[in-house]
């Protein structure tokens, strides 16, 4: 589920992302998935948002709170009625209309769809959005699953922008406030060169 990866990459609960590689959350992905396909009570979301991440990071270093993990999860709710699974023949016709319009491939996530539950895979997913122009490499991806019976969801460039966080400022409320440590390197960095020219000024000047 791409729009998953989208809400937790742009919340980053651990202010990972500015120095760290983008699937750095992908193991949390999965298993937020994994739930999601399991659920649909906002508690018992935010409680298992709440607790995957603890598992992975200890209480110490995720310090999100509860009511955080609960914003989260009805965020992740509220986009969940948006997707459209489709068989493996749809999916690439969708994939060939997006390549006419020169619309971007974000991603595709392969799922077993029953009566009863909806199972994400992430060995059966790929992310696209990195790159601009991915319908070939998206094309052979479906045709690589199509036996499996997966069913797709194909996630496009226009669609995407109706699944995302709008802005930053949507997900203020949800940042930790501290300062970032590539911040404090650029400070410390800048403070020693004032240094330096200070203390050369005041060698020339009383010499």
Not at 96 to 121: A, M, N
């Amino acid at each position: 589920m791409s729009y998953v990866k989208a809400i937790i990459d742009k919340w980053d609960p651990i202010d990972l992302l500015a120095f760290a590689p983008k699937d750095e959350y992908h193991m949390e992905i999965e298993r937020i998935e994994q739930l999601l396909g399991r659920t649909e009570d906002v508690l018992v979301l935010s409680e298992g948002i709440h607790k995957i991440f603890v598992d992975s990071f200890g209480d110490v270093t995720f310090q999100k709170s509860l009511s955080e993990c609960t914003q989260i999860a009805e965020m992740l709710l509220s986009q969940k009625p948006r997707i459209q699974f489709v068989e493996s023949s749809r999916a690439l016709q969708i994939i060939e209309d997006c390549k006419s319009k020169r619309i971007r491939v974000l991603g595709i996530d392969g799922f077993k769809v029953t009566p009863t539950s909806t199972q994400p895979f992430m060995e059966h997913s790929v992310d696209y959005s990195d790159k601009k122009e991915a319908w070939d490499d998206a094309i052979a991806f479906v045709k690589f699953k199509s036996d499996l019976g997966l069913m797709f969801e194909v996630v496009c460039e226009d669609i995407y922008s109706e699944w995302k966080v709008e802005s930053e400022t949507d997900l203020q409320p949800y940042k930790r406030v501290g300062i970032k440590p590539w911040i404090i390197v650029k400070l410390v960095v800048l403070l020693g060169t004032i240094g330096i020219i200070i203390a050369w000024i005041l060698i020339v000047t009383f010499q």
